[in-house]
């Protein structure tokens, strides 16, 4: 606080803390009901693409919320935002509550329970569509926010606000680990759980006051914001989310690639640039980022099922306690280890331990070893996303909410539309592999071709499964699990690459001298 010219308001700061661990708790009740299979996969019959694409629905439309209102905020006010995202959480309770009524009445077999399936789900899709609205909408105005409130120290406060998240990761996480049971007569209390936190941080920021971002105070003009971003900025965001809307409204190539072209060319006419280098090439190192943490967080639990409850354990705890770790490091150490590391070795160390400890968990037996590998995973993943956040904050100041927010945007719709189907194909492929390794004519009787956005995939068919004789089901299910937790491996190409990139900046950085924040007047 010393930095600052006056007190922040910590009132509005916790405020920040407890909408962002509402987002937490959407992301982890909603992780857990798509990836434990006595849940969504059985309830609406999913494979595991199609529950990652559910998952994903209720992840892309938070770039759309994010960037859009990035781009207004600053006209329609912080409160404006806050509003809208409390009026998403309570549409997303009343559409997944109707979807729980329609494929839970009475009577419902064959041909009649497959309609109900398909109707409740169209329910549930467009309420996690709804969520990610008012996820979304959440980081739209903590972000420029906290990034405004502590401007001389963004990257720390940045880290310190995004505690949040893995403080209701593990909050969420052991409260509906206690309820699992009474979920599992009535998952809809795990819905009603999201109001708590929601109700709070709408009580505590509906009449709070909120600051003038940096940009608008320092006399940064809009089209100066617009061209931090610039026509390569407008371009990557703006295929993403038409091409998002495409597979949602069933949209041609031909469509998604007119409307990119047409956003992108007005965009770059109105700002007239490119784009600021280093931010575009943090936006595509934010596409594997957010794949590596979000997207492994949504699967972790499912894929580490098997090996943790051969230890005793409910999955669950293996995302709880990395999120605690996240919490801590995030919470209390965050200062420390910015200033010793700097923004960049930081990220570039984070990428080298989350490499590892995903390499290791896809192996990993027994409760000892399993945390031991988790707890690897936990400190590489801790510091990436606020970390990320804070450089753009410290580098493209002009940008104000925009490039903050777009760059997180960018990120969750690639887990949305990229990361969550494709670690879906990963869990498949590895599926294949195990099941071909010793019998490939078994894959071939219990395996089915399905597509997505990248075209056709194979995937286990659970009713082909069940039909098995009773001694090659046992056989055939204990390499389905292990091909499920094998998955990791090939998810720690994302990390990889990351750390390419990060080694790639240090070096251009130090050749100008060292990192160094770039201050507005």
């Given at each position: 606080?010393s930095?600052?010219?006056?007190?922040?308001n910590?009132?509005l700061?916790w405020?920040?803390?407890?909408?962002?661990?509402?987002?937490?708790?959407?992301?982890?009740?909603?992780?857990f009901?798509?990836?434990?299979?006595?849940f969504?996969?059985?309830t609406?019959?999913?494979?595991?693409?199609q529950?990652?694409?559910?998952?994903?629905?209720?992840?892309?439309?938070?770039?759309?919320?994010?960037?859009?209102?990035s781009?207004?905020?600053?006209?329609?006010?912080?409160?404006?935002?806050?509003?809208?995202?409390?009026?998403c959480?309570?549409?997303?309770?009343?559409?997944a509550?109707?979807?729980y009524g329609?494929?839970?009445?009475?009577?419902l077999?064959?041909?009649s329970?497959?309609?109900?399936?398909?109707?409740?789900?169209?329910?549930?899709?467009?309420?996690?569509?709804?969520?990610?609205?008012?996820?979304?909408?959440?980081?739209?105005f903590?972000?420029?926010?906290?990034?405004?409130?502590?401007?001389?120290?963004?990257?720390?406060?940045?880290?310190?606000?995004?505690?949040?998240?893995?403080g209701?990761?593990?909050?969420?996480?052991?409260?509906?680990?206690?309820?699992?049971?009474?979920a599992?007569?009535?998952w809809?209390?795990?819905?009603y759980?999201?109001?708590?936190?929601?109700?709070i941080?709408?009580?505590?920021l509906?009449?709070?006051?909120?600051?003038?971002?940096e940009?608008?105070?320092?006399?940064?003009?809009?089209?100066e914001?617009?061209?931090?971003?610039?026509?390569?900025?407008?371009?990557?965001?703006?295929?993403?989310i038409?091409?998002?809307?495409?597979m949602?409204?069933?949209?041609?190539?031909?469509?998604?690639?007119?409307?990119?072209?047409?956003?992108t060319?007005?965009?770059?006419?109105?700002?007239?640039?490119?784009?600021?280098?280093?931010?575009?090439?943090?936006?595509?190192?934010?596409m594997?980022?957010?794949?590596?943490?979000?997207?492994?967080?949504?699967?972790?639990?499912?894929?580490?099922?098997?090996?943790?409850?051969?230890?005793?354990?409910?999955?669950?705890?293996?995302?709880?306690?990395?999120?605690?770790?996240?919490?801590?490091?995030?919470?209390?150490?965050?200062?420390?280890i910015?200033?010793?590391?700097?923004?960049?070795?930081?990220l570039?160390?984070?990428a080298?331990?989350?490499?590892?400890?995903?390499?290791?968990?896809?192996?990993?037996?027994?409760?000892?070893?399993?945390?031991?590998?988790?707890?690897?995973?936990?400190f590489?993943?801790?510091?990436?996303?606020?970390?990320?956040?804070?450089?753009v904050?410290?580098?493209?100041?002009?940008?104000?909410a925009l490039?903050?927010?777009?760059?997180?945007?960018?990120?969750?719709?690639?887990?949305?539309i990229?990361?969550?189907?494709?670690?879906?194909?990963?869990?498949?492929?590895?599926?294949?592999s195990?099941?071909?390794?010793?019998?490939?004519?078994?894959y071939?009787?219990?395996?089915?071709?399905?597509?997505?956005?990248?075209?056709?995939?194979?995937?286990?068919?659970?009713?082909?499964?069940?039909?098995?004789?009773?001694?090659?089901?046992?056989?055939?299910g204990?390499?389905?699990?292990?091909?499920k937790?094998?998955?990791?491996?090939?998810?720690a190409?994302?990390?990889?690459?990351?750390l390419?990139?990060y080694?790639?900046l240090i070096?251009?950085?130090?050749?100008?001298?060292?990192?160094?924040?770039?201050e507005l007047d």
């Amino acid at each position: 606080m010393s930095n600052q010219e006056t007190a922040p308001n910590m009132k509005l700061f916790w405020g920040c803390f407890i909408a962002l661990i509402t987002t937490a708790f959407a992301f982890i009740t909603r992780a857990f009901l798509v990836n434990d299979p006595s849940f969504w996969q059985t309830t609406f019959a999913l494979d595991q693409v199609q529950a990652g694409e559910l998952f994903g629905a209720g992840i892309w439309p938070f770039a759309i919320s994010i960037i859009l209102f990035s781009l207004i905020i600053d006209n329609v006010g912080y409160r404006a935002a806050m509003l809208f995202s409390f009026v998403c959480y309570a549409l997303y309770a009343v559409l997944a509550v109707q979807a729980y009524g329609i494929v839970n009445a009475e009577g419902l077999e064959g041909e009649s329970l497959k309609a109900a399936q398909a109707n409740a789900y169209s329910y549930l899709y467009w309420g996690s569509v709804i969520l990610g609205l008012g996820n979304g909408t959440v980081e739209a105005f903590i972000n420029p926010v906290v990034a405004t409130m502590f401007n001389k120290d963004k990257t720390k406060w940045l880290n310190i606000l995004h505690a949040g998240w893995p403080g209701g990761l593990v909050l969420g996480g052991v409260l509906t680990i206690l309820l699992g049971a009474q979920a599992a007569e009535d998952w809809r209390i795990l819905i009603y759980l999201i109001a708590i936190p929601a109700v709070i941080y709408l009580v505590m920021l509906f009449k709070a006051e909120f600051p003038v971002n940096e940009r608008v105070s320092a006399g940064t003009s809009y089209i100066e914001m617009l061209a931090e971003f610039g026509a390569i900025g407008a371009l990557i965001a703006s295929f993403l989310i038409f091409n998002q809307l495409g597979m949602v409204f069933s949209w041609g190539g031909g469509v998604v690639y007119g409307l990119t072209a047409v956003a992108t060319v007005a965009y770059g006419f109105y700002c007239k640039s490119l784009g600021r280098p280093i931010l575009i090439f943090l936006c595509i190192i934010m596409m594997p980022l957010a794949t590596t943490e979000l997207g492994t967080d949504g699967v972790i639990s499912g894929l580490m099922e098997e090996p943790m409850k051969a230890a005793g354990q409910h999955p669950l705890w293996v995302l709880i306690y990395t999120s605690a770790i996240m919490m801590v490091l995030r919470f209390w150490f965050a200062g420390p280890i910015v200033k010793k590391l700097t923004p960049l070795g930081l990220l570039a160390t984070s990428a080298a331990l989350a490499i590892l400890g995903l390499y290791l968990l896809s192996s990993a037996k027994g409760l000892a070893v399993i945390f031991a590998c988790a707890t690897l995973y936990g400190f590489g993943k801790t510091f990436f996303w606020p970390t990320m956040l804070g450089v753009v904050s410290e580098q493209c100041p002009k940008g104000g909410a925009l490039t903050l927010n777009a760059i997180a945007g960018i990120g969750m719709l690639t887990v949305g539309i990229l990361g969550g189907p494709v670690i879906g194909k990963m869990t498949e492929d590895s599926i294949k592999s195990k099941i071909d390794s010793s019998n490939p004519a078994t894959y071939e009787k219990i395996s089915k071709t399905d597509s997505y956005f990248l075209g056709e995939y194979t995937a286990v068919d659970s009713e082909k499964v069940a039909e098995l004789p009773e001694t090659e089901k046992e056989a055939v299910g204990e390499q389905i699990k292990e091909g499920k937790q094998g998955s990791l491996a090939r998810v720690a190409i994302f990390p990889v690459f990351m750390l390419a990139c990060y080694l790639g900046l240090i070096y251009y950085f130090k050749g100008r001298g060292g990192y160094k924040p770039v201050e507005l007047d």
